[in-house]
């Protein structure tokens, strides 16, 4: 019974994943070259160890991959750093939607609610084709255009509001759409390039 019982828990395991339908990884290094992407190699590891995207099954639909460096914890937390890699894929079907390389500076703060980081990052997004983004269980949509978008995220100070920490002050995250001048700009200063 004990045996029958761990094969249908493994079974039910087996059943919940399955790989992305189109390829994602490195197999489109020659592509992502073509478009000026950072290239997967050996460097890089999946936050989860798996080396293919998860489907669930249940709620059907496929979810984005976080690759980082293998390295990155070893490096110090206050120094600019390229930070990781998501793929996002379409929900629905696991196409590939757009791919992001992350940067940070190394200057972050907590914020208020659940005192979570804000981190000072830069971001380099290539969206491969357009596709509809839906925010939330809304109807609502917005078209996301092929192409290259450059975003610029830091904290900034709320005034008149404390945090849960002792002595801190309230931080928001402030996301700004830029041009790729501004990103290389502000990607040279961190010391870094792409």
């Known amino acids: 019974m004990r045996n029958i019982l761990i094969l249908f828990c493994l079974l039910l395991i ?4 399955e790989k992305a339908p189109y390829p994602y990884l490195n197999e489109i290094n020659s592509k992502r070259e073509k478009i000026g992407l950072k290239k997967i190699d ?3 590891i999946r936050n989860d160890s798996k080396n293919y995207s998860t489907y669930d099954k249940v709620n059907k639909r496929f979810y984005d991959v976080h690759l980082r460096l293998k390295n990155e914890y070893r490096k110090a937390k206050g120094k600019p750093t390229y930070w990781k890699k998501i793929i ?3 929900k629905t079907n696991g196409k590939l939607n757009s791919e992001e ?3 940070r500076s190394g200057f972050y703060k907590f914020g208020y609610v659940g005192e979570t980081g ?4 830069l971001k380099f997004i290539y969206v491969f084709e357009d596709y509809k983004y839906y925010r939330g269980r809304t109807k ?3 078209l996301i255009n092929k192409g290259w978008q450059y975003k ?3 904290p900034v100070e709320k005034k008149g509001v404390t945090s849960n920490r002792p002595q801190s002050k309230y931080w928001v995250k402030k996301i ?3 041009n790729k001048s501004q990103a290389d700009s502000i990607l040279n200063s961190w010391g870094l390039e792409y």
Do not use: A, V
């Open 140 to 142: 609502d949509s917005i």
């Open 42 to 44: 050996s460097t890089f």
């Open 14 to 17: 087996g059943c919940k994943q």
């Open 88 to 90: 996002r894929l379409d």
């Open 118 to 121: 804000i981190y000072e990052q």
């Open 176 to 178: 700004e759409t830029i």
């Open 101 to 103: 390389d992350i940067f």
């Open 152 to 154: 610029y995220e830091y």
